[in-house]
């Protein structure tokens, strides 16, 4: 069964880090790239960041470039978003999802929530 | 980046049919044909309804449809049935490597 599972979440102090992790299983062919798409709570959807496997290329959300990073442990086959210098308007269920035709988010995981707070 | 505008909510009743807008701009959904909208239930993660502006995800059926005209996006509901009632949010690919929603439209079949 294709799946994303998506694991890491927890509640940490403002200015603290967090790393997020994703992994897929049950895919024939690898992504092109995974997103990660955050929900505050009882709010929208938001892009966060893409991680695509071509030239280990990455693009980020204004809202958190500089302080948020993507990569893949190829060892692990384990995609991460790493999270430094967390604020509390980074409350929300991360959400991981594969990339197609750098077009749409295909297979969502089912998310874990971060809560950001002192 | 900004966030494409929705509808914060629509209503109809069983099989009547609901159109959902999303309205972007030339960077986005009135440049590029990568639109595409997403269905999710309470406590469930979205899940793919349309890509590529008008094609359905696999089991989707075909009272769900969706179309884009100039920088705006819109998504019909027709036929509409109770498990209907959910939130649904469009996104389109933007310039420069990035990706918007919209702010999410809920939907309720009364």
């Known amino acids: 069964q294709e799946q994303m599972v998506e694991s890491g979440g927890g509640v940490v102090q403002p200015g603290k880090s967090l790393r997020l992790s994703c992994a897929e299983s049950g895919f024939t062919f690898q992504s092109s790239g995974i997103h990660w798409v955050r929900q505050a709570p009882g709010k929208g959807l938001e892009w966060v960041a893409v991680?695509?496997?071509?030239?280990?290329?990455?693009k980020y959300a204004d809202s958190v470039k500089g302080r948020f990073s993507v990569f893949k442990d190829n060892s692990k086959n384990i995609f991460y978003l790493h999270m430094d210098g967390l604020r509390p308007e980074d409350t929300a269920v991360y959400y991981c999802a594969r990339d197609y035709g750098s077009s749409w988010f295909g297979h969502w995981g089912q998310g874990t929530l971060v809560t950001v707070a002192s | 980046q900004s966030t494409l505008t929705q509808p914060p909510s629509v209503s109809g009743s069983p099989g009547q049919s609901v159109t959902i807008s999303c309205s972007g701009s030339s960077t986005d959904i009135g440049t590029y044909y990568r639109v595409s909208w997403y269905q999710q239930t309470p406590g469930t993660a979205p899940k793919l309804l349309i890509y590529e502006v008008s094609y359905r995800a696999a089991g989707v059926p075909d009272r769900f449809s969706a179309s884009k005209s100039g920088n705006t996006a819109a998504l019909t509901i027709s036929g509409l049935r109770t498990q209907d009632e959910a939130d649904y949010y469009c996104?389109?690919?933007?310039?420069?490597?990035?990706?918007?929603f919209g702010g999410g439209t809920k939907l309720t079949v009364l």
């Open positions: 991680f695509w496997h071509e030239r280990t290329k990455t």
């Open positions: 996104s389109s690919y933007s310039n420069i490597n990035t990706w918007v």
